[in-house]
T-cell receptor
Framework: GAVVSQHPSRVICKSGTSVKIECRSL??????MFWYRQFPKQSLMLMAT?????????EQGVEKDKFLINHASLTLSTLTVTSAHPEDSSFYIC????????????FGPGTRLTVL | LAKTTQPISMDSYEGQEVNITCSHN???????ITWYQQFPSQGPRFIIQ???TKVTNEVASLFIPADRKSSTLSLPRVSLSDTAVYYC????????????FGGGTRLMVKP
């Protein structure tokens, strides 16, 4: 399957600061990447779909001005949590579509964000 | 997309075969079934995918009856390292890759 990396794996920040999370597709070019959020003991919730070269599509209830997504290349998408607050503390996971002719997604290892 | 229902949790012992059943009564013709495994603090890992009948790979088997209203993930001879959450998803072909995760089944393998 596709290899997806995320950086950092873990980050702790102060309330009010911004945090950038990177998602990289290591072995193929991904025109579409997805960002999920997972709270403890809960399932994954899709936040947004990141499209290379165009604006991201956000799910209902996700603030686009707070969660900035940039997909500037076919191998990199970034999620920036702006003015982070303790309630933004969560596990953020990205995924990539494995190819143009498949709907299978492969997930990154996730980023644990803790906002103090 | 069809909603999925699966047991919240299951217990098993090392060496046993584990079968996790998922209900998806409203599955459509363009939908297929995908299973993911997730360990704590890791991203989900693709296990297996199928449309009908039986699919087998090196990790698991997936059984889908003719009416496709349910599916069963079969894990042969589980080990402690198979302790994880298993998610059953119904995915619509060529529909923007929407993945909707349900609650999953928390499998605990005991020694």
């Amino acid at each position: 399957g596709a290899v997806v990396s995320q950086h950092p794996s873990r980050v702790i920040c102060k309330s009010g600061t911004s945090v950038k999370i990177e998602c990289r597709s290591l072995d193929f070019q991904a025109t579409t990447m997805f960002w999920y959020r997972q709270f403890p003991k809960q399932s994954l919730m899709l936040m947004a779909t990141s499209n290379e070269g165009s604006k991201a599509t956000y799910e209902q209830g996700v603030e686009k001005d707070k969660f900035l997504i940039n997909h500037a290349s076919l191998t990199l998408s970034t999620l920036t949590v702006t003015s982070a607050h303790p309630e933004d503390s969560s596990f953020y996971i990205c995924s990539v579509r494995a190819g143009v002719d498949t709907d299978t997604q492969y997930f990154g290892p996730g980023t644990r964000l803790t906002v103090l | 997309l069809a909603k999925t229902t699966q047991p919240i949790s299951m217990d098993s012992y090392e060496g046993q075969e584990v079968n996790i059943t998922c209900s998806h009564n409203n599955i459509a013709t363009n939908d297929y079934i995908t299973w993911y495994q997730q360990f704590p603090s890791q991203g989900p890992r693709f296990i297996i995918q199928g449309y009908k009948t039986k699919v087998t790979n090196e990790v698991a088997s997936l059984f889908i009856p003719a009416d496709r209203k349910s599916s069963t993930l079969s894990l042969p001879r589980v080990s402690l390292s198979d302790t994880a959450v298993y998610y059953c998803l119904v995915v619509r072909r060529n529909a923007g890759n929407m993945l909707t995760f349900g609650g999953g089944t928390r499998l605990m393998v005991k020694p």
